[in-house]
């Protein structure tokens, strides 16, 4: 089994200070890995070096066989990003964010509708599709992260704390989708406390 996820030696953190000192971690294919840790611990920061918003300061971070610097383009596909506090244009419907995703991903939007409507509805928003979800409430607007998140089929997700804000029929609805994507080869990075 493949690793989709390979840190060696990762050291960094923000303005030369170091956060994080020489982490290792490996994750295969068709895992569910969770990043346990006290506030303060590095979890944030370790998933910000994945996502190519920090730079190392020493290591080297692969993901399905490729980093950010020999192949950024194909890195980032590589990669779904569900943020703990969830991140909405103001000026943009429901329907707009999961268009800008498809774009943005370069999929196939009539395969990326078909899709959608059957995250809009197993998360009871399909009738929300012309509102704006900066006005939801947090769980809805987590839900809406998680819709666009899962609309991409990369091969790693990268959830942070994915149940805050939900209410127990969408924790279960997004435990199910993970479960799925895991028995089709993505690996899951989730961080908790």
């Known amino acids: 089994m493949d690793n989709i996820l ?5 050291t960094g953190g923000y303005n030369r200070k170091k956060i994080i000192e020489n982490i ?3 994750i295969p294919e068709g895992s569910i890995t969770a990043l346990i840790g006290l506030n303060g611990a590095g979890k944030s920061t370790t998933i910000k070096h ?4 920090l730079r190392p300061m020493e290591g ?3 993901v399905d066989n490729k980093t950010i610097t020999r192949d950024n383009e194909s890195y980032r596909r590589s990669i779904s990003y569900i943020p703990e506090s969830p991140v909405l244009y103001e000026e943009l419907t429901l329907e707009e964010h999961i268009n800008l ?3 943005a991903y370069g999929l196939d939007m009539e395969e990326t509708w078909k899709k959608a409507d059957i995250l809009l509805n ?5 009738d929300k ?7 939801f409430s947090k769980g809805m607007k987590q839900k809406v992260m998680i819709i666009c998140a899962f609309l991409v089929e990369p091969k790693l997700y990268i959830i942070d704390e994915p149940f805050l804000g939900l209410d127990p029929i969408a924790i279960n609805d997004l435990i199910n989708l993970m479960c799925d994507r895991r028995v089709n080869g993505a690996s899951i990075l989730m961080s908790t406390h």
């Open 6 to 10: 390979k840190i060696k030696n990762l």
């Open 122 to 126: 197993l998360f009871k928003l399909k």
């Open 60 to 62: 080297e971070i692969i």
């Open 50 to 53: 994945i996502l190519g918003l």
């Open 129 to 135: 599709k012309k509102f704006f979800p900066v006005h």
């Open 101 to 103: 995703t498809a774009m």
């Open 24 to 26: 290792n971690i490996e």
